[in-house]
């Protein structure tokens, strides 16, 4: 497995603003990705995120409001934009290390819109 | 028809107690599947890889049939630290690389 840590852990936000979530690993995978656990729901695949390329997003997740980057291989960032109460959720990153579709979670961040 | 569906529980069982959980998936195409243990207020973690014939990790079972697309994970003598929601996960083949499918989930609650 990996170590994986995102920042920040949970955040009250305004709507209108948007919050940029990290996740960082403690070595280098070729897979990353983006999820969003919405209360009570499981988890949706937002994007997976690519190293020196735009993302790929999901059906009915869009770069601007959910900008992605990937700078290296240990790294990435999802922005949630032009936050509004329907964007509070559990946002979550996965990396997938060894085994095709083996994935595994960094600890979440808890965003609440108000 | 949903893509993963997982019986709905709650379960409430007590200590010692053997608990089956079932899912089925849509796309018989998918060709990896998993269960996830999630704890409240937790992340996912991956409890075990589910393969065609089937493979035992300590009290832990999986079971995987192909022709009724269908899941299944047995944990026997149950223990308190067991209590957890339990994810069927696919993989969807022929969507996005490293697409995985989540169930809602399956709770379980194991009681003294």
């Known amino acids: 497995s990996a170590v994986i840590s995102q920042k920040p852990s949970r955040d009250i936000c305004q709507r209108g603003t948007s919050l940029t979530i990290q996740c960082q690993v403690d070595s280098q995978v070729t897979m990353m990705f983006w999820y969003r656990q919405q209360p009570g729901q499981s988890l949706t695949l937002i994007a997976t995120?690519?190293?020196?390329?735009?993302?790929?997003?999901e059906s009915g997740f869009v770069i601007d409001k959910f900008p992605i980057s990937r700078p290296n291989l240990t790294f990435s960032t999802l922005t949630v934009s032009n936050m509004s109460p329907e964007d509070s959720s559990i946002y979550l990153c996965?990396?997938?290390?060894?085994?095709?579709?083996?994935?595994?979670f960094g600890p979440g961040t808890r965003l609440t819109v108000t | 028809r949903k893509e993963v569906e997982q019986d709905p529980g709650p379960f409430n069982v007590p200590e010692g107690a053997t608990v089956a959980f079932n899912c089925t998936y849509s796309?018989?195409?998918?060709?990896?599947f998993f269960w996830y243990r999630q704890d409240c207020r937790k992340e996912p973690k991956l409890l075990m890889s589910?393969?065609?014939s089937g493979n035992e990790d300590g009290r832990f079972t999986a079971q995987l049939n192909r022709a009724s697309q269908y899941i299944s994970l047995l944990i026997r003598d149950s223990k308190l630290s067991d209590s957890a929601t339990y994810l069927c996960?696919?993989?969807?083949?022929?969507?996005?690389?490293?697409?995985?499918?989540f169930g809602k989930g399956t709770k379980l609650s194991v009681k003294p």
């Open positions: 996960v696919v993989d969807s083949y022929g969507g996005s690389q490293g697409n995985l499918i």
């Open positions: 995120a690519n190293q020196g390329s735009e993302a790929t997003y």
């Open positions: 996965s990396v997938e290390i060894a085994i095709p579709h083996e994935q595994y």
């Open positions: 589910v393969y065609s």
């Open positions: 796309n018989s195409a998918s060709q990896s």
